[in-house]
């Protein structure tokens, strides 16, 4: 029988369910595929969850130097998160070339190749499924999945708390700040969710798939990310008028050969498209391959268990020989694409005072620009001196559209500055 | 670098994917992952198409024995699908310690078990992702994935030509027959689709999803099945009004420890669900593990390329030493449930004649078989003197519905049979 040492740095609420299911599983385990994966070290800063979890004394240490320097630990699962010291437990692990699992998203999109590379040097293995969508094997589908294929697009939900408080607020007609609350009282949103809902968490987990699925490592400060604060019902409910659903998105596509676009932000999709019904805490990411063309995977993209299973898929992994979560895409991109040079489709609101010959100034200024109008809907005549103009465009660039809001924004007839948001078509 | 010697046996639609990407990417699967797939013979009893693909004269035979008997290839690729000689190739393959791999579903859903301990007893490997859900890597899923979970039910659309139908014959308010033409106009209906409309293409790959979800194997008889030949146009009418749409659907759902449900029919589901998107060719399958909770995997069932990738996936996966796809599950289901015996919610058209007292006779019918109605629908009583009467049903017994219906055609009110759907919810 095969015997796996395993220490496992940080008991938090994933490494209690690794505990848990590693305990709960062992003979099944061993009788079904001859592996011991046997719990070696167990790590914790607080040393008094070792009685609340009965863990043996003599496994238990506070210290993560105790596994680190543990001849006899193969695997390392680090689970404490931030970047300091799990940066340390995982580049020392390697360099002792101790296989290592991380779910450590914030870490991983800040020094992926810095990690990836250790692990090459030592001749060792990490994986990190877990680090992005919780239980969904996304991480697997695009490295062995789709092993052979060429992928033109990514474009995921990825983070659940942003889609719970967006989907209450299409559901509900709620403000953000109402939805927020509420995901809040239900556990779905932090104390301080500012990584959530500005759309930083997208945009770490983004830059660990963009990796996979295009084979370059893309820095956060080369993703342009917007947050959903700002979505008003106001906009909701237009785009429920007109068949769309709003969504945080986080996108990776190829617009040239090798040019890359990566940008998170808030954009409205069509109602039909199987995106628009991932709904409260789930996450989804859609994928465009070169061979397999439209794939969607759908799952919880948080939680205890779902992200423990992850941790234990890799756990498997390792213990079969696979090896690193490597991208198997050629290294082609050679740059990425300003969010100013874009093309999107826009979604635009001006609030303007109702008398003859806004439109045509408003449009004056967006044809100055090129911008093409898809259509331009103004509902609420009779109720308001100042009344809301909503119009979509084709396909514009992003910089042209900014210069003409700014202009139209200094118009006498606008009120309010405009609102804008991204719309997109798969 | 590690050299993989691989023979093809049939150069149909999916051969000629695998040996058009095999070629062109050769260089890049050397350089990137350091393996030469190698194409050592390529077969196919047609002898034409070897000049046709520029195939050199040397590797191409027309005869399968070739390929069986060279020492040589490591990995038999077997994609001339069906029973004869399919599985005499297989299991040749295997016994001269070959690794195998197959798309073929109809032959796996009848010898899952004979073929996979062929390959255990000759400590060699076959794999099948292809086999099911095209591009999809739901088998990679099922098995690596979630091997720590225990899956709890699965639900499927997974055959294109049904989904295409009936997706049509929600948009369009056209009949079977008319999408039925439509479909085979564009090529996503076979000369005889018998196999797709029936439901036996479905109930073959959840057989195979079953095994791999549920470590049971279920042969066909085991299986329900009902295709959607029968739905007409004014059920899925209905159905809209009610908020639900139609689906031919794969299940195959624990419902006691070590009792399993395993079904193909359509049947009728809320519109806000994921599986309710699914429109067109495309596939799914939605998954509910005890770990992970809910998931859904979308993409294209079918077609050259999607399906070649999954071959090229499992080329890998064997050429890293990655075994069989066996089923991470215990062996704990004893029982396949009879359709008579399962627990459902039902859709029930009635076509009575339009006087008082209608619902009385039939509702007391119902009631003596303790059928409890959720909700009943009389629409378009101006129109004809036999108007239609839709109710839907709580949880039943499926044997009750059927007496029960039985009893009411026979009442004199009762002017047509009756129309009785399944509904799930999840």
Do not use: W
Request: overall charge positive; some cysteine; glycine content about 8%.
């Amino acid at each position: 029988m095969k015997k796996v040492n395993i220490g496992i740095i940080g008991l938090g609420t994933i490494g209690k369910g690794v505990y848990k299911i590693l305990l709960q599983r062992r003979e099944f385990f061993k009788r079904k595929y001859g592996i011991d994966f046997h719990i070696a070290k167990v790590c914790d800063k607080n040393a008094k969850i070792r009685k609340r979890l009965n863990i043996k004394p003599k496994i238990f240490t506070s210290s993560f130097q105790n596994v680190i320097s543990d001849k006899n630990i193969d695997v390392v699962i680090e689970l404490i998160g931030g970047i300091n010291p799990a940066r340390d437990i995982i580049l020392r692990s390697l360099q002792s070339g101790k296989k290592v699992i991380t779910a450590n998203k914030a870490l991983l999109s800040q020094d992926l190749s810095l990690i990836l590379s250790a692990a090459k040097k030592n001749k060792t293995q990490i994986r990190f499924e877990a680090s992005v969508c919780g239980g969904i094997p996304i991480i697997k589908s695009l490295t062995e999945g789709l092993v052979c294929d060429r992928i033109e697009s990514m474009v995921g939900i990825i983070n659940g708390t942003s889609n719970y408080i967006l989907s209450r607020m299409m559901q509900e007609e709620c403000s953000f700040f109402e939805a927020l609350a509420e995901a809040r009282k239900k556990g779905f949103a932090e104390r301080n969710p500012s990584l959530d809902i500005k759309g930083f968490d997208s945009a770490h987990k983004l830059s660990i798939l963009a990796y996979l699925a295009f084979g370059k490592y893309v820095s956060q400060k080369d993703i342009y990310v917007k947050g959903i604060e700002d979505i008003s019902p106001l906009d909701i409910k237009y785009a429920k008028e007109l068949g769309l659903v709003i969504k945080l998105l986080a996108i990776a596509k190829k617009v040239d050969k090798n040019v890359l676009e990566v940008r998170v932000h808030p954009a409205l999709i069509p109602r039909i498209h199987p995106l628009a019904n991932v709904g409260g805490v789930f996450n989804a990411v859609y994928v465009k391959g070169e061979l397999v063309g439209d794939m969607l995977f759908f799952g919880k993209g948080a939680g205890q268990m779902p992200t423990a299973s992850a941790v234990i898929s890799d756990l498997f992994d390792l213990a079969m020989g696979k090896g690193s979560a490597e991208s198997p895409q050629k290294d082609i991109i050679k740059k990425i694409k300003r969010i100013d040079n874009i093309q999107s489709k826009y979604y635009i609101r001006f609030m303007a005072i109702d008398k003859p010959g806004v439109l045509a100034k408003i449009s004056g200024v967006l044809a100055k620009r090129k911008i093409s109008i898809a259509s331009v809907t103004q509902t609420e005549r009779q109720r308001a001196r100042v009344v809301p103009v909503v119009m979509l465009t084709h396909d514009v660039r992003e910089k042209d559209i900014r210069l003409a809001l700014e202009e139209i924004d200094r118009l006498a007839i606008i009120r309010k500055n405009s609102v804008v948001i991204h719309r997109e078509e798969f």
